[in-house]
């Protein structure tokens, strides 16, 4: 919810009044921004439905439930068999489903969207006070199992609606962020409830001494952006330690009387820059002020106070040890998840940092120590072995990066054929930009990507992204009698083509009114086709059946 950097005043003006009426979210998180729901143009729905959920899946006598909230967009459906885009909400609000490139998909797809907020973020909170002990069922192993149950209970209430049984969807996750690795993990360990996964800027990997991502701005600033701010960090350094009250003050940080929380603020006001893709409102006036020898730390300040001075709370550890349910209680629970699962400390590194050397490991863990309690520290070896890391064993999952974003060395960069990787490289190309656009904060409707510096570089992507899924959905078709179009590798076996064609063609046959056209030959890979020549042709055979008996689109 954090708006980097306004670019126009009446944003800037919509920007004051949302960050009165939300809780303000800060970049030590990859979260991806939300907007405040004062400003429903920019929700596809923010109308919230809700369900029983299991509070601990993994006990097997503890059945207490919580309410959890969801949203649902039909607009676009293809009654009664379009797919269903199950829109993974992360660790902020999830105040509804944003207009972001989602609703060019599903108007693409004739998709349901449908969003499930995150247990304990916004108003899906199992406990009234969220003390570490009441915070022990907040994980994204529980998270992962709630869109697994979620998704069984919107898919009978969907099913119950159109008054049938035992019919399922296509269903295909998307996620950004925190979200896209749960989104990408869903796909991995609940395989046969969704046909493939969008993994946008997804941070797959738990890293413990995160040093890549001050590095990452360090490149993304370019040389002389970045020489400015690590003059400042230096600046910033000597005048804590001569006069730390006036220096807080002119960040309009006093309040923060530890002085990690104060560093790990300034780094983190650059880091939004880079993000969120406003480089520019960070650089350009920072290399202003050096050319005309002005103070840099000055106009560092001036900076942080127009673009992040609404955050300094969050950076609190005072405030984040507040166990009482609030607008702002998002900060407290992904500090948790980062406590105790993935880490991704963002230490500075021993050489050539952008961000004070102050801010290391043991500021990370006294953090979680003072916050939550002694014995709070992340096992991200736990997490890695449980999720694979960048080994992810997963398939039918896009992975996408931005160039600029600090956080993508946390995701997949090698690109496989089950797991395609992309990076989408351009100058504001940050966190999410497949689906935000540029910048990605504040919200461009539907993601529009003409204000990327190099909007062809995300188009390209874009493009990738539908094809893999017009592929993925329809190797995913489930007939009325049981057959499922999942197996490409079955099908490619010259054992399964005669059965598997048999079977599908009495299921065709059977059902003659199932909208369903074969896509797959214009998908077979130039190089893959002298192995795929005798499923062509049995798929041509196929073809031909699907265009006699079958409704076209
Ligand atoms: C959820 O559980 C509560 C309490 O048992 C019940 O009153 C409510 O009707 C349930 N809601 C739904 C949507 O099932
Ligand atoms: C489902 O069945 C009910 C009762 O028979 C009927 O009123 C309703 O219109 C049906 N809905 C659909 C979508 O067919
Ligand atoms: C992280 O960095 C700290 C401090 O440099 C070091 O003591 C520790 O061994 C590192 N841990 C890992 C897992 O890299
Ligand atoms: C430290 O960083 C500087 C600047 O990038 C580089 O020239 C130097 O080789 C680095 N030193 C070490 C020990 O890595
Ligand atoms: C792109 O930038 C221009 C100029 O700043 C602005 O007027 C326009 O609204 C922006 N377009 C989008 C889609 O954000
Ligand atoms: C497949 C792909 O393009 N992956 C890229 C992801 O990002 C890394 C950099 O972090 C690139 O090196 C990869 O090429």
């Known amino acids: 919810m954090k708006l980097a950097a306004p670019p126009l005043p009446s944003l800037w003006i919509a920007f004051l009044i949302s960050m009165l009426l939300v809780s303000s979210n800060a970049a030590f998180s990859p979260r991806i921004l939300q907007q405040s729901t004062s400003n429903s143009k920019n929700y596809l729905t923010n109308e919230a439905l809700w369900f029983n959920q299991t509070l601990d899946h993994f006990s097997p006598y503890d059945h207490r439930q919580f309410g959890q909230r969801y949203y649902e967009f039909l607009d676009h459906f293809r009654t009664p068999d379009g797919p269903i885009f199950l829109k993974i909400c992360g660790e902020s609000a999830c105040n509804g489903i944003p207009n972001d490139y989602i609703s060019v998909l599903a108007n693409k797809f004739g998709a349901a969207v449908v ?181 840099v730390v000055k106009a560092y300040a001036t900076y942080v106070n127009e673009y992040y001075g609404d955050s300094v709370a969050t950076y609190n550890q005072q405030n984040l040890k ?148 017009d592929l993925w959905l329809s190797l995913c078709q489930v007939s009325d009698n049981g057959v499922v179009w999942e197996k490409h590798d079955s099908l490619l076996s010259t054992a399964c083509i005669p059965s598997c064609f048999n079977t599908a063609k009495a299921a065709f046959e059977e059902k003659e009114t199932k909208q369903w056209v074969h896509p797959f030959l214009l998908h077979v890979e130039p190089e893959e086709q002298s192995t795929h020549q005798q499923l062509r042709e049995v798929l041509t055979i196929l073809d031909q059946y699907t265009r006699k008996i079958l409704v076209p689109h």
């Open 322 to 469: 507040n166990t009482a349910l609030t607008g702002n209680s998002g900060d407290r629970l992904w500090w948790f998840q980062v406590c105790t699962e993935v880490a991704y400390f963002q230490v500075a590194p021993s050489n050539d940092s952008i961000r004070s050397s102050r801010i290391d490991t043991r500021y990370h863990l006294d953090l979680c120590k003072n916050v939550f309690r002694e014995g709070i520290y992340p096992d991200v070896d736990a997490t890695n072995i449980y999720y694979g890391g960048t080994k992810i064993a997963g398939s039918k999952i896009i992975f996408t990066n931005g160039s600029q974003d600090p956080w993508r060395h946390a995701s997949k960069q090698k690109s496989s054929p089950e797991m395609p990787s992309y990076l989408i490289s351009c100058h504001n190309c940050g966190h999410g930009t497949d689906m935000r656009g540029c910048p990605q904060s504040p919200l461009v409707p539907e993601g529009d990507a003409k204000n990327c510096s190099s909007p062809d570089a995300v188009r390209k992507v874009r493009q990738q992204i539908i094809e893999h899924i």
């Open 115 to 295: 969003s499930l907020e995150h247990r304990y973020y916004g108003k899906s909170s199992p406990f009234k006070s969220l003390t570490t002990e009441n915070l022990k069922y907040l994980s994204s192993k529980q998270a992962l199992f709630d869109l697994a149950v979620f998704r069984q209970y919107y898919q009978e209430s969907l099913n119950s609606k159109l008054n049938r049984s035992n019919v399922e969807n296509p269903w295909f996750v998307f996620g950004v962020s925190y979200s896209g690795a749960l989104s990408a993990w869903f796909r991995l360990k609940f395989p046969h409830l969704t046909c493939g996964s969008l993994a946008s800027s997804a941070v797959v990997l738990a890293v413990y001494n995160f040093t890549e991502f001050d590095k990452q701005i360090g490149e993304s600033a370019g040389p002389e952006c970045k020489a400015v701010l690590q003059e400042i960090t230096h600046l910033v350094d000597q005048r804590l330690a001569s006069n730390d009250k006036e220096l807080k003050v002119m960040f309009g940080a006093a309040e923060l009387k530890i002085d990690g929380d104060f560093l790990y603020f300034l780094a983190d006001a650059a880091v939004t820059a880079f993000q969120y893709g406003n480089p520019d409102k960070l650089c350009i006036p920072l290399i202003e002020a050096k050319k005309a020898g002005e103070d």
